[in-house]
């Protein structure tokens, strides 16, 4: 087995009008001390851990982690791998907005490893991108574009979002069709979710951002699996697409519970037994890893009926679907009888001899199946 490592780069140049990930503004000082923060819970980690899975897959999520030093990322990985075993053909992601990146940046992180970047594209309209608090624009979108793919970089993966402030079919048909005209290999679609304290949902409640309908947002998911499985960047996931061999081997890591150990501000981790998540509070995280104390909030053993519910609850997200060999899987199902023939004659799932699926209807209401194993 191996396993998978997050790092948390909390920094963002501005938070978005609906964002609810942890993330604060970019302040040099205290992205330094952060910085040296993670590398000590880094050492202090490795010197405790018993035993060593080989790492195949590293994460650089944020906030926004192309915005700090791209030297102070080389760091981290240069002392990740001083004491973990990383596999030659680890795949090692970065997060990053349009316009934080510059080409100096990019030669620092090919030299440093990194092979797949993540750019938070969102849309391809400017007008939508204002409307949600977006700092940077089209344009800027194809100069990152432009930029990475100069610079070697030939895994790249764009986030956009279904489901924004004034976002139209043929807006949303236009922003898909451009995202396709780059070299890409991955897309990840998101549907809006707006945070209860962000402006957005106060903007929304005034009738000022009015959102789309939510059967034109299901109607547009439904028409971009199609348009997107034609160009070859098929779907695996409810949100991913990717072209053959390019799937998000980290995220793959979460859907099918393997290990990922997580470092930096509430970075969560899965060791395959126990469920565990730092502190969300940057002085406090800080201020223990200085004082070499754990910086962990909380700490929870998985049960083996919470491993059979997160088996369903992750797995379904997959168009792989769920393994029904397993005796344990096949059994929990079997208890759950009358709620699979209802889910089924609706054409929600799919069953059969070996595993369990959503349909492409049952995507759409995702929620609805999947909490019937929680």
């Known amino acids: ?29 205290n992205e330094k001390r952060y ?11 490795a010197a405790c851990l018993q035993s060593k899975l080989p790492m195949d897959s590293i994460y650089f999520g944020g906030g926004t982690p192309g915005l700090v030093p791209a030297e102070h990322i080389a760091g981290i990985l ?22 934080t990146v510059s080409p100096e940046k990019a030669a620092i992180y090919r030299t ?35 930029m990475l793919s100069g610079a070697g970089f030939d895994n790249i993966s ?26 890409i290999r991955h897309i990840s679609i998101y549907m809006l979710e707006i945070d209860e304290q962000s402006p957005l949902l106060a903007y929304t409640a005034e009738g000022k951002s009015p959102l789309p309908e939510e059967d034109m947002v299901a109607d547009m998911y439904a028409e971009t699996i199609d348009f997107l499985n034609s160009r070859g960047l098929e779907q695996y996931e409810i949100s991913n697409f990717a072209c053959k061999g390019s799937e998000s081997r980290h995220n793959l890591k979460y859907w099918r519970r393997t290990p990922v150990y997580g470092f930096g501000l509430g970075s969560h981790s ?7 998540a730092n502190v969300s509070e ?18 929870s053993e998985v049960t083996e009926q919470q491993a059979i519910e997160e088996t369903f609850f992750l797995g379904l997200r997959l168009n792989e679907g769920v393994d029904l060999h397993d005796g344990a899987n096949a059994d929990f199902l079997a208890e759950r009888k009358n709620s699979m023939e209802e889910f089924r004659a609706r054409g929600l799932i799919d069953i059969d ?3 369990l699926r959503l349909t492409g209807k049952g995507m759409l209401l995702s929620n609805e199946v999947l909490e019937c194993f929680i």
């Open 1 to 29: 087995m191996t396993a998978g490592c997050y790092f948390h780069i909390p920094f963002c140049a501005r938070k978005c009008a609906y964002c609810h990930f942890l993330s604060f503004p970019f302040d040099e000082k």
């Open 35 to 45: 910085t040296n923060a993670v590398l000590m819970e880094l050492r202090y980690f």
């Open 78 to 99: 240069g002392e990740f791998r001083r004491v973990f075993s990383v596999a030659d053909d680890c795949e090692i992601t970065l997060e990053t907005n349009p316009g």
């Open 112 to 146: 440093a490893g990194i092979n797949r970047v993540s750019i938070g594209a969102q849309s391809f309209s400017d007008a939508e991108l204002r409307a949600v608090g977006r700092i940077h624009s089209v344009a800027q979108i194809a100069d990152s574009l432009s």
């Open 158 to 183: 764009l986030d956009l979002m279904l489901g924004l402030p004034g976002q139209s079919v043929e807006s949303w048909r236009a922003t898909i069709r451009e995202a396709v005209s780059f070299p």
């Open 270 to 276: 899965f060791d395959g037994r126990f469920r565990y």
């Open 282 to 299: 940057i002085e406090d995280y800080c201020r223990r890893v200085e004082s070499c104390l754990s910086p962990v909030a909380w700490h």
């Open 353 to 355: 001899e070996s595993r």
